[in-house]
């Protein structure tokens, strides 16, 4: 299923979102970078990078892998089909 | 149009909420037991709250046109005590038998620890042996695909489990994908900073189809909108969609699956 809008048209009606949301993000990191100390070596900074990274490439399904990044690795051993002790 | 809200805590929302949801067209929701904002501090506690589900908001939303249904279980986050947790489930039976609840929910996962998992065994247990709808909780953010997974095996492990009677909620575009494959109907919430927006919420509608699919405010005590169904709709409409597909998203998924349910009685207006 998919919509009836070419990417133009639909190009126009996200533009002025994903701008404003990008320039959300920008102040963001600057609100972050002006705090006081040095920029925190904080895991979650590496992921927002790695995130937008995911943004700036050309392969699909950007929503679901920066979802992805965000997500903790599933460890088999607490599947609750692993054996039990 | 009308609509279904078939996933909202009534019970932390404002009188003002329900009247702007009938304004808006909703003439059903249902509420899944869960955590109110606090863990409590004893069985009655539970007791008394199964009773304002079952018992109170139905009058309050029914002075507004709107018919309550309601599900019972015990939530993620307070089953991690497991003997308490089986005296929360001795109370369950009781408010099951209720004709307006649904079945049991909303249960699952929160952090994936081994005593949510019996608690969650336990609860699984009761209701298939009692032929009950299902309702899963789904973890937030970054447990979220490991709990999704953790419940999926679960459920593939037992035979019993008839997948076109479990709803897996909470959704996202890292987990949609698996819990449809399954067979499962997978709920999306809508809400403003964590799960998903209207507009991805309609993105997830395109890619997989509106079958076995439910979209819901999930409102309750944090930020959230009652009337989120209402900005799905307007999402739909704004990207061409048809007024059937809208309304099987918002009306008729929600119906058909809770008509599954032995003790459903609603005439739900056309």
Redo the contacts between chains.
Sequence with gaps: MSTSSSASEMLDSEFLGMRCRLIDLAASLDRIDRSDGAPPADPRMAQIRRGLEILAGDAPDRAVRVQLEFSLPYDSNLSPLAPRP | MYFIEPHIHIASRTTDDIQAMARAGCVAVGEPAFWMGYDRSNVGGFYDYFRQLTEWEPKRTANYGIRHFAWMGLNAKEAENVPFAREVIALLPEFLDKPDVLGVGEIGLHK?TKNE?ATL?ELIELALGRDELLLFHTPH??????GT??IL??L??DSRVNRDRVWIDHC???TIRLVRDEGYWAGLTLYPTTKVTPE?AV?M???Y??ERLLVTSSADWGPSDPLAITALMAAMR????EESLIRRIVYENPLTFMRQCRRFDFTPPQ
């Design positions: 994936c998992l065994r953010l970054e447990h979220k695909l490991m997974r953790m095996d679960l593939r492990a996202e575009e890292h991805r993105d509608i395109e890619i189809g509106p704004r990207r061409g969609h």
